[in-house]
């Protein structure tokens, strides 16, 4: 199978895991009233949406303009007002009443204000798509250079402190993904108003982002306690992800001013237990803990596996951490993972 047909399969795949769980969760919910002849053609007309704002629209406004953003913001406003229009006409017809009176349609605030807002909805996910595939290729070919620049300089040089520090790099994912970042503040600028929940997560995300930018940086070490608050906007996030349903304590004893750590570790830790536990039981939350005192750091996290979990369990995550510590406390930490059938647990110890 070629790689093409592979990723058309994927994309196959995805979308009808997507309209599946989105039918049952409104079967569940109020129920389903529209066929499902009617539901194939608005379904078919939102994933539309999805691939021209990503490949028609974005891909000409930043690569064919000089002002991509205004342009972008411009060619979406009216992709906006036609895909509105296009739908109402669809409803008239499926209705049977064969035209619509556009007066009559405005004049339905919530008709028209729950069309804009899928619409938005769709268009986020196609920006943050089309934002993924040019960092992954950016990324791709960044660190190819990186590799052949390295094997040049390792011919006359001694590189051994040099390749680490690129191997940190890359592990880190150095490569500043400025136009993920610019996306999702568009993303917030234009759904905030209409939605303070999906506002507010975009936002903690940003900052995230930000966050993984900043400390990506030649100092190598951060503050501790930036590396915490990174943690607990993490939480954050999932909590609103999944309406508050996710249970997780976090504990901090001792004196952590001043303190500096490698970054993105106990983020990552962090981020490990949200995606691979099942905390929405609130008798058996997560549980995270960090402890401070005469130079040794002690970081904690258990939680109730999964029994099943989208995400594949290929230990990457824990992988990478454990080279990148590996280079910077060379005896001077402790990586320690226990499972069993139903519980995970970390312990990270630091020297510091």
Request: glycine content about 6%; overall charge positive.
């Amino acid at each position: 199978m070629t790689k093409n047909k592979t990723i058309i399969l994927r994309h196959i795949l995805i979308w009808g895991l997507y309209i599946i769980y989105e039918i049952l969760l409104i079967q569940i919910s109020v129920g389903l009233t529209t066929s499902f002849f009617h539901l194939a053609i608005y379904y078919l007309l939102n994933i539309s949406l999805f691939y021209i704002n990503a490949h028609l629209i974005l891909d000409f406004a930043f690569f064919k303009t000089r002002r991509p953003y205004f342009i972008a913001g411009l060619l979406i406003t009216l992709e906006i007002f036609v895909f509105l229009i296009l739908k109402l006409k669809l409803d008239s017809i499926l209705s049977g009443t064969g035209s619509i009176s556009l007066a009559l349609t405005l004049s339905n605030e919530k008709l028209w204000l729950t069309n804009i807002f899928r619409e938005i909805f769709f268009i986020g996910f196609s920006i943050a798509y089309w934002s993924m595939l040019y960092m992954v290729k950016f990324k791709d070919k960044n660190h190819v250079m990186e590799k052949e620049q390295l094997r040049s300089i390792a011919k006359t040089l001694e590189l051994e402190n040099k390749y680490i520090s690129a191997e940190n790099a890359y592990l880190q994912n150095q490569i500043s993904p400025h136009l993920l970042f610019n996306s999702l503040n568009f993303i917030y600028n234009s759904i905030h108003k209409v939605s303070e929940r999906a506002g507010k997560g975009v936002m903690l995300l940003s900052e995230i982002m930000r966050y993984s930018l900043v400390s990506s940086e030649d100092n190598r070490t951060v503050l501790l306690s930036q590396e915490m608050e990174q943690a607990q906007k993490l939480i954050d996030l999932s909590h609103l992800r999944f309406e508050q349903q996710l249970f997780i304590s976090f504990r901090k004893k001792g004196r952590l001013k001043d303190v500096k750590i490698l970054p993105l570790i106990i983020i990552t830790l962090v981020e490990n237990m949200i995606k691979h536990g099942d905390l929405g039981e609130a008798g058996e939350p997560g549980h995270i803990s960090l402890t401070y005192g005469d130079g040794v750091l002690v970081f904690k996290t258990s939680n109730k596996k999964r029994l099943s979990s989208p995400y594949p369990k290929g230990g990457i995550g824990l992988r990478n951490i454990e080279k990148r510590l590996g280079n910077y406390y060379p005896d001077r930490y402790k990586l320690e993972i226990s499972e069993t059938n139903n519980n995970f647990a970390v312990s990270l110890t630091l020297n510091l």
